[in-house]
């Protein structure tokens, strides 16, 4: 589908990747915008609509829904990473990152699955991560999450087809966000990865590797975990 006249929701839109698919968005002609954040005060109200939202809270979402009636296409951006290990780790992190990165995405396209299908089908866009196909020492919670951010991309593509609704995951490394502020290795900007996402939007793309990293690590999938973490873990210039 096209982006020119197309109404759209963004979660996490008041900065770093959610910012930049708004202003993106914009430039593509966009007919209505919501700008979806926890904090509103900080998304530019120019030319959007901000929805104050949690994604964690069902009856906000609810909420969110009934106000955008007309949306077309869901970007699910919002994302939370605590740095939590699954064995050791505080479990109500764990939780915390579970609720934002997968029951949040799941509990908004639940919601506007029904508004995309009366809308003509639409699309639903994951911002994912290369994350969801291998984890590291203190990335247990988020790998976890976005592995299953991964199966909620697939699965909704499968059950929404019916109706016509296009499903798309984004995979990448690190992004040049507060997220991943001190940590040094390649980033892309926000830029790139918010174009790649809308381009697939455009073009009817299912999955995008955003970067040289994310195309590295879903290459290795086909190895054995020994062989996988080692060749992962050697690119990382770890032991």
């Given at each position: 589908?096209?982006?020119?006249?197309?109404?759209?929701?963004?979660?996490?839109?008041?900065?770093?990747?959610?910012?930049?698919?708004?202003?993106?968005?914009?430039?593509?002609?966009?007919?209505?915008?919501?700008?979806?954040?926890?904090?509103?005060?900080?998304?530019?109200?120019?030319?959007?609509?901000?929805?104050?939202?949690?994604?964690?809270?069902?009856?906000?979402v609810?909420?969110?829904?009934?106000?955008?009636?007309?949306?077309?296409?869901?970007?699910?951006?919002?994302?939370?990473?605590?740095?939590?290990?699954?064995?050791?780790?505080?479990?109500?992190?764990?939780?915390?990152?579970?609720?934002?990165?997968?029951?949040?995405?799941?509990?908004?396209?639940?919601?506007?699955?029904?508004?995309?299908?009366?809308?003509?089908?639409?699309?639903?866009?994951?911002?994912v991560?290369?994350?969801?196909?291998?984890?590291?020492?203190?990335?247990?919670?988020?790998?976890?999450?976005?592995a299953?951010?991964?199966?909620?991309?697939?699965?909704?593509?499968?059950?929404?087809?019916?109706?016509?609704?296009?499903?798309?995951?984004?995979?990448?490394?690190?992004v040049?966000?507060?997220?991943?502020?001190?940590?040094?290795?390649?980033?892309?900007?926000?830029?790139?990865?918010?174009?790649?996402?809308?381009?697939?939007?455009?073009?009817?793309?299912?999955?995008?590797?955003?970067?040289?990293?994310?195309?590295?690590?879903?290459?290795?999938?086909?190895?054995?975990?020994?062989?996988?973490?080692?060749?992962?873990?050697?690119?990382l210039?770890?032991?």
């Amino acid at each position: 589908m096209k982006l020119q006249d197309a109404v759209v929701l963004v979660t996490g839109a008041n900065r770093g990747i959610g910012a930049e698919f708004v202003a993106q968005l914009r430039r593509r002609g966009a007919a209505k915008i919501y700008a979806a954040a926890r904090d509103v005060s900080a998304v530019d109200p120019d030319g959007v609509h901000p929805i104050e939202l949690d994604v964690t809270d069902p009856g906000a979402v609810e909420a969110a829904a009934r106000v955008a009636g007309d949306v077309q296409v869901l970007i699910n951006n919002a994302g939370i990473s605590t740095g939590t290990a699954l064995v050791t780790g505080d479990v109500a992190a764990i939780r915390r990152e579970m609720d934002t990165n997968f029951y949040g995405p799941l509990l908004m396209t639940r919601a506007f699955a029904p508004i995309l299908g009366a809308n003509g089908g639409g699309a639903v866009l994951n911002v994912v991560s290369a994350l969801s196909w291998f984890t590291a020492p203190g990335s247990g919670a988020y790998a976890a999450s976005k592995a299953a951010a991964w199966m909620l991309t697939d699965s909704t593509r499968l059950e929404l087809a019916g109706q016509g609704t296009h499903v798309v995951g984004v995979h990448m490394g690190l992004v040049d966000t507060d997220m991943a502020k001190g940590l040094q290795a390649p980033k892309i900007p926000p830029s790139a990865l918010a174009a790649a996402g809308l381009d697939a939007v455009e073009s009817g793309a299912q999955e995008v590797l955003a970067d040289d990293w994310a195309r590295f690590v879903k290459a290795g999938l086909v190895l054995d975990p020994e062989r996988r973490y080692a060749e992962l873990f050697s690119a990382l210039g770890a032991s």
